[in-house]
């Protein structure tokens, strides 16, 4: 039988789970900070008055065009639907500010003496605009393309492309080292929320799905049904028993039993529905696009399932009562969700009652609550 499933299945995949958490985390960043950096680009043009009181009107022209360029992109990101835009225009900004740069340090005299130390505090910003190693590395390699590609287009002095290449050079690399610390301590932060919400939804004995856990998913796929209108099953199970077995096995053979049966019953189901332990010895299947012949069918498996297992442990078998209902009209989620574990409580009750081992999934007129 299959083991519980965790919350992730692969290196790939936790991958992918962290690169989204640092984009929704890059978004929220890059919200309002053009800003600054619109701030920033047009304060360079004070030290231009004071570097060279001259030339300083065509540097700051340059800036200007610079600053709107940013400014522009800062408010088409904000525009509703754009941002998954906000990522990828951080970085446009950051190339941005390196080219306005070099050509407003072109027209300065002696420009590049000063210039060169704002290039390379705009590279240093390149971890705060990157996803991860593999995204900051190419984030500089393009910016250092527009360099070469500026420098080559102004004809620079030997002297001052030497001296440009140099610290461009040196600052992507030590923003590439600045980069893998950072992203060593958003692995290890992600990794301790990943684990925190892992727990506070799982089920320590058996690893399956918690009664919290449980709750949440059934609140989604029955909002989800609403949508689609599918229809919905809800499969509250009891053991049979239980209590004899801690009684005289021993609750380590009561546990035991429990991680057991959570594993046969996870094999029972398929791997769309979802599992988890409700309380005590209950445990709850939420079947999502699954009317009232399926939810019993699937139940009946599961029954047959359980039944059918020797359990070592107290050398015996263990039975299984099962509730089953169905909705298949969701109009409030939240009290449908209440309804269905109410209705499938009685039904699971009805199974105790009626000799225990068997599947109710509907409750005759005539029947007590």
Not at 23 to 39: A, K, R
Not at 163 to 169: D, E, H, N, P, S
Not at 215 to 240: N, T, Y
Request: net charge negative.
């Amino acid at each position: 039988m299959s083991e519980p499933r965790p919350v992730y299945r692969s290196p790939a995949e936790l991958d992918a789970q962290f690169r989204e958490s640092r984009i929704q985390t890059l978004i929220t960043v890059n919200l309002h900070t053009y800003w600054s950096i619109v701030i920033i680009l047009l304060a360079f043009g004070l030290w231009d008055a004071y570097v060279d009181p001259v030339n300083w009107p065509n540097a700051f022209a340059v800036r200007f065009a610079g600053a709107v360029i940013v400014a522009a992109t800062g408010l088409f990101q904000n525009l509703p639907g754009r941002a998954r835009w906000m990522v990828p225009l951080a970085k446009v900004r950051l190339l941005v500010a390196a080219v306005v740069s070099i050509v407003a340090a072109s027209m300065l005299d002696r420009g590049y003496g000063f210039g060169v130390a704002g290039l390379i505090v705009i590279f240093l910003t390149g971890p705060y605009v990157a996803i991860d190693s593999r995204d900051l590395v190419m984030t500089h390699a393009l910016t250092l393309i527009a360099v070469a590609v500026t420098i080559v287009a102004l004809s620079m002095d030997p002297f001052d492309i030497a001296g440009t290449v140099v610290f461009v050079v040196l600052a992507s690399v030590v923003s590439t080292l600045l980069g893998r610390v950072l992203e060593s301590s958003y692995r290890r932060n992600f990794l301790l929320e990943l684990e925190e919400h892992r727990d506070a939804r799982t089920d320590t004995l058996t690893g399956l799905a918690n009664r919290r856990a449980m709750q949440e998913r059934g609140h989604v796929e029955l909002k989800f049904a609403k949508r689609s209108s599918a229809p919905v099953s809800v499969i509250l199970c009891d053991l049979d028993h239980f209590k004899n077995i801690n009684d005289r096995h021993g609750h380590e053979a009561g546990d035991a039993a429990l991680v057991r049966v959570a594993q046969v019953l996870r094999g029972a189901l398929r791997e769309s529905d979802a599992l988890g332990r409700w309380g005590g010895e209950e445990f709850i299947a939420v079947l999502p696009a699954t009317d009232a012949a399926g939810a019993r069918e699937v139940a009946e498996r599961m029954r047959a399932a359980i039944a059918s297992t020797v359990f070592p442990d107290h050398s015996g078998h263990i039975t299984i009562s099962l509730g089953v209902t169905t909705s298949e009209d969701v109009e409030d989620a939240l009290l449908e969700w209440d309804l269905m574990i109410k209705e499938a409580d009685q039904r699971l009750y009805h199974a105790k009652h009626a000799g225990r081992n068997r599947v109710v999934a509907d409750v005759p007129a005539s029947a007590g609550a």
